[in-house]
C-alpha cells in the first residue's frame, strides 16, 4: 500500500495587493473557507504569499482581498462558475 502523505505536494499561493490588506486563498481544497488559508505579507511591500501542501488533483480557487474575490492574474487556467464570473484552475501533478 503506497503512503499517501508521498504524494503530497507543496504549492505557494502569490498575489500583489495593497500592504496592509486581508489577503486568503479559498477553493475546493479547503471547501471555499475564505478565513482559513491566509496569505501573509512579511517585507510589508505588498507581496502575500502561503504554502499549503495537497493531493494530485485539480482545484479551483479564488482570492478574497478585503471583501472581493479575484481571480489569479498569474494563472492562464480558469473556468467560469455558478455565479458567472471566473475561477483559476489549478493542477498539482
Request: charged content about 20%.
Amino acid at each position: 500500500m503506497k503512503n499517501k502523505t508521498a504524494a503530497m505536494k507543496k504549492v505557494m499561493f502569490n498575489l500583489k495587493a495593497e500592504p496592509g490588506a486581508a489577503v486568503f486563498v479559498a477553493g475546493t481544497f479547503n471547501n471555499w473557507d475564505a478565513a482559513r488559508e491566509q496569505l501573509l505579507d512579511l517585507k510589508g511591500d505588498g507581496n502575500y504569499s502561503c504554502t499549503m501542501t495537497l493531493a494530485p488533483g485539480d482545484y479551483e480557487y479564488k482570492f478574497k482581498v478585503d471583501h472581493s474575490w479575484l481571480i489569479d492574474q498569474n494563472n492562464p487556467h480558469f473556468t467560469q462558475n455558478n455565479f458567472g464570473t471566473l475561477n483559476s484552475i489549478l493542477e498539482v501533478r
